[in-house]
Nanobody, 129 residues
Framework: QVLLVESGGGSVQAGGSLRVSCAASGHIFSGYCMGWFRQAPGKEREGVAVIDTDGTTAYADSVKGRFTISQDHAKNTLYLHMNSLKPEDTAVYYC???????????????????????WGQGTQVTVSS
């Protein structure tokens, strides 16, 4: 069983930076598609950033150039580095994993919630204006 535990959420002012982490059980990164999703109140959970088994990444348009997904295999930890944060980035951020390579459509990594079998409990990120 895959266990994912997020940490690092908190409150920050607009324009600031924050890093959220996801500690994963076992050495799963080499064989798992990993991703970060977020869900704001009253909204659907959306895929923010995904990293494939070969290191290929994909981002939502709303965070491109501001967020970076990375992983430390030695620490079994996934990160989401968030810069230039905006109030609309406020949400609960979830770490997700799925065995095998990420789903692709026409060669591009998709960011569909349904493609991920394992989820963390979430960590709150609040950006104030």
């Amino acid at each position: 069983q895959v266990l994912l535990v997020e940490s690092g959420g908190g409150s920050v002012q607009a324009g600031g930076s924050l890093r959220v982490s996801c500690a994963a059980s076992g050495h799963i990164f080499s064989g798992y598609c990993m991703g970060w999703f977020r869900q704001a109140p009253g909204k659907e959970r959306e895929g923010v950033a995904v990293i494939d088994t070969d290191g290929t990444t994909a981002y939502a348009d709303s965070v491109k150039g501001r967020f970076t997904i990375s992983q430390d295999h030695a620490k079994n930890t996934l990160y989401l580095h968030m810069n230039s944060l905006k109030p609309e980035d406020t949400a609960v951020y979830y770490c997700a994993a799925d065995s095998g390579r990420c789903t692709r459509y026409r060669g591009h990594i998709t960011r569909n919630r349904a493609d991920f079998a394992y989820w963390g409990q979430g960590t709150q990120v609040t950006v104030s204006s």
